[in-house]
């Protein structure tokens, strides 16, 4: 079961990477213009869920296997 404090560092932490991310690439893309944010918007939109499913599902594994190295060490 996922637990609240995962949730919400998934929402805080997808939408953070999903905002930098999405604005970076646009950016470097069209630079910044009129459209800047209509097209920021538009990626940004599909980016935080995607980003959102990649924490909820990778955090908890990720934090498994370091758990386990750093207990050999």
């Known amino acids: 079961m ?20 999405s ?3 646009v950016f470097l893309k069209i630079g910044f213009d009129m459209n800047f944010l209509i097209k920021w918007w538009e990626r940004f939109i599909i980016a935080w869920p995607v980003v959102f499913c990649c924490i909820i599902i990778f955090v908890p594994l990720i934090n498994k296997f370091l758990d386990k190295f750093f207990k050999k060490i």
Do not use: D, E, G, P
């Open 2 to 21: 996922i637990n609240k404090r995962l949730l919400i560092f998934a929402t805080i932490m997808s939408f953070c990477t999903s905002t930098f991310v």
């Open 23 to 25: 604005a970076f690439i």
